[in-house]
């Protein structure tokens, strides 16, 4: 054999032996579970618990030895959080942390657009991998049941369809930057009160009709990579280590392969959090919020009472490796992905995108006398009324909060656009934002602030009011609940006083809730705006100059008053329990299902939304009248834009179950389409409606079922607004 052959072969062969001793697990190339078994085949037991709960605040442990790095976790749904401190609560006060503050997800929702959530998913991912945080804890898909609790901002309204048909997108385009979506609260975190410990009844129907499908969604079509658990108790066991929740349905049933990661401090048991599917348990030691102890990260329930339980036997080692391989597959998928996005934090692409997600969330709910879009000229003396025109709204909220670079106050857009002369009045004040308490204004200072606007707007022609709620406890934010469907700080009476000074006021009210509004009939227009984060002040004036025109929806009711809704009708036991024992009455009517079934009128109804312009819908037509198992039918029908201005409008598809053997709402969301339509443009709209849609779930067969008979198809611009309906068979 030539020599220079023999050499070649040599390296070959050695190379051959370094490939073969080369960990797969750092091979790239190789596929997922074959990493995953290589890194576990070569972990020690010790290494595998470690992997399995935090090793700092918003850490959990890689494998330094073997070179598999550590997951990064961070805040929130709407930015990156702010670093916090490795073993504290305390902020670390970096100074190369100021993000991009996106709009809240209550706003995603309102857009109605998946196109725009697949941009909402893309941006705030890019901020996440720029700022080296594998998992974002976030989106939050908790079902708004009723208006007073704290996190609705963070949810996406009353409604599961609409929830998770605007999840998957943001999910999907987060994970293409190698950044994992952490989906939650999973489950029923659908308030604050007592969150830690409330525990929760609810039938299975409205557990599998209204509370799990937008996770399963994000899990099945979404293809989440984590789920975070959330603190209350189902049936008497903990989310966090609740074997029917994460193991059965979670993991076997819906074939979840990420990890389950625990919300901070919700893991209480060792037995329970090891048996009943925890995969990295997170916050402990603490009370969930803010006290730290002595203990350390091992001593967490995850930790050497978890180690001593293997090495016992007492639970087998293949639970440990189940855990473990979950949590190596996140890491395999973000931290240790090549192909992971560098990303970039504020650049121009994201304050565009966080402007466009709030143009096309903003509602327009009232337009008396077409006074919007403000015809500039045609005011002399503008004035702002309003805390929440010069407040970064930004902070606050809890989790969610963020620490932004830009933060545009309505104040400077308004005053950029109509001009410095523009006067202010604060109107009322909501003193300190402080967490877990509430500061009071003096009732002599809340009358001051009003007299001193009331006397303002008297030399007024046009008032533009910015108000509504803020991330003050006991208003939009986490670890509270409001205590009352009103506004706050005498809004309602100021609101009514300014009315009745100046006959052109506009109400811009930003909120994550719903409220009461008295003063419906005194205001000229009601624009429903939400948290939109950093471009807050030029989102609005987008729509007030009319530069946009709005298209959003509501994606949840707005009463008349509180106990219209059923969660609260039904009684303490149904909110916010009693003695931390809670049923959920309505069982599958939430919303606009009870309100339908009870004929109860609301004040603006789900999916309400107004435009500059007016859409004038066709008559439905279906393919076909009657169809069967396993079948679809199409469902067109034509809409009109009649008006001057270009718009874009939300056709909504509804389908009621005419007959039934169980109670069916009369009607439920089943599809949506966002359509743009130029001035005298027609476009048709086409629905598929597939057997899927006419299901149930059937509480005798723990299964899905839809029972020959009657249904009904409505094309709606609101629940409340049916534009056309048309009847089917299912043989
Ligand atoms: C909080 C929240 C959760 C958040 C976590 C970390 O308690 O419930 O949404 O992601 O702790 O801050």
Redesign the pocket.
């Known amino acids: 054999m030539k020599k220079s052959a023999f050499i070649t072969s040599l390296l070959l062969l050695s190379t051959m032996y370094v490939c073969a001793q080369t960990p797969v697990y750092l091979d790239e190339k190789a596929p997922l579970e074959q990493r995953v078994q290589d890194a576990l085949s070569k972990m020690t037991t010790h290494e595998k618990i470690r992997m399995c709960h935090g090793q700092s605040k918003?850490t959990s442990a890689g494998v330094p030895r073997l070179g598999i790095p550590q997951l990064m976790?961070s805040?929130?749904p709407h930015g990156v959080?702010a670093e916090?401190s490795w073993n504290s609560w305390a902020y670390a006060d970096w100074t190369n942390d100021s993000i991009v503050a996106f709009p809240a997800l209550t706003c995603l929702a309102a857009t109605w657009n998946p196109q725009i959530s697949a941009i909402y998913g893309n941006a705030v991912s890019e901020e996440f991998a720029y700022r080296k945080k594998d998992v974002m804890?976030?989106p939050?898909l908790n079902i708004c049941r009723m208006p007073l609790n704290g996190?609705n901002f963070?949810y996406m309204g009353e409604d599961p369809y609409l929830t998770g048909e605007m999840a998957v997108p943001y999910i999907q385009s987060a994970q293409k930057n190698g950044v994992a979506c952490?989906v939650?609260?999973f489950a029923l975190?659908n308030q604050e009160v007592d969150?830690f410990a409330v525990n929760i009844k609810v039938d299975e129907r409205a557990l599998n009709e209204i509370y799990l499908p937008a996770f399963k969604k994000a899990v099945q079509k979404g293809g989440a990579w984590a789920i975070?658990g959330?603190?209350p108790l189902w049936n008497g066991v903990h989310c966090c280590q609740n074997d029917t929740l994460l193991n059965k349905i979670l993991k076997q049933q819906w074939g979840f392969d990420g990890a389950v990661i625990s919300?901070?401090?919700?893991v209480t048991d060792t037995w329970q959090a090891a048996t009943g599917g925890m995969d990295i348990e997170?916050?402990s030691y603490t009370n969930?919020?803010t006290k730290e102890s002595e203990f350390g990260y091992d001593d967490f329930y995850l930790g050497n009472n978890f180690e001593k339980l293997i090495n016992e036997g007492k639970i087998p080692m293949s639970v440990l490796n189940d855990k473990t391989a979950r949590a190596l597959r996140t890491i395999f998928r973000t931290a240790f992905n090549r192909n992971r996005a560098y990303g970039n934090i504020c650049s121009e692409a994201h304050y565009t995108a966080c402007r466009q997600i709030g143009d096309e969330g903003v509602i327009l709910l009232q337009n008396k006398k077409g006074i919007l879009p403000i015809e500039a000229k045609k005011y002399k003396n503008i004035l702002v009324v309003g805390e929440n025109a010069t407040r970064s709204l930004t902070k606050g909220g809890?989790?969610?909060e963020l620490k932004t670079k830009r933060d545009v106050t309505p104040l400077e857009a308004i005053r950029g656009m109509y001009g410095n002369d523009v006067d202010y009045a604060q109107g009322y004040s909501s003193g300190r934002v402080m967490y877990d308490h509430v500061d009071n204004v003096s009732a002599d200072e809340l009358a001051r602030l009003s007299s001193e606007a009331v006397e303002k707007a008297k030399k007024a022609d046009l008032i533009i009011y910015v108000g509504g709620m803020n991330k003050n406890t006991k208003q939009d934010c986490?670890?509270s609940d409001r205590d009352d469907y009103n506004l706050s700080y005498g809004q309602n009476e100021l609101i009514a006083r300014l009315a009745k000074t100046c006959p052109n006021i506009v109400a811009v009210m930003i909120s994550g809730n719903a409220y009461a509004m008295p003063w419906k009939n005194d205001v000229t227009a009601i624009v429903q705006a939400w948290y939109l984060g950093s471009e807050f002040g030029n989102t609005l004036c987008d729509i007030l100059s009319g530069e946009v025109n709005p298209s959003g929806k509501l994606p949840f009711s707005f009463v008349n008053k509180l106990n219209d809704c059923p969660a609260i009708a039904l009684g303490k036991e149904s909110y916010p329990g009693i003695n931390k024992q809670q049923t959920y009455k309505e069982g599958i009517l939430v919303g606009y299902r009870w309100y339908d079934m009870k004929k109860i009128k609301t004040l603006f109804p789900f999916g309400y939304g107004l435009s500059y312009t007016i859409f004038k819908y066709g008559k439905p037509k279906l393919s076909a009248s009657t169809m069967s198992e396993g079948d679809y039918i199409t469902l067109t029908t034509t809409v009109t834009n009649s008006g001057k201005r270009t718009g874009k409008e939300v056709v909504e598809l509804y389908i009621g179950d005419e007959k039934c053997s169980v109670l069916r709402p009369v009607k439920e969301l089943k599809g949506f389409k966002k359509i743009l339509l130029n001035p005298g443009e027609t476009k048709t709209v086409t629905f598929a409606i597939t057997y899927e849609d006419l299901k149930f779930w059937n509480d005798k067969s723990h299964s899905w079922t839809a029972e020959p008979g009657m249904f009904k198809a409505y094309l709606c611009s609101s629940a409340e607004d049916v534009k056309g309906e048309i009847e089917f068979e299912l043989k």
């Open positions: 918003f976790m805040d929130g959080r916090i804890l976030g939050g996190r963070e952490c939650k609260h975190n969150r975070m959330s603190y919300d901070w401090g919700g997170m916050g969930g919020m809890g989790s969610s986490e670890n």
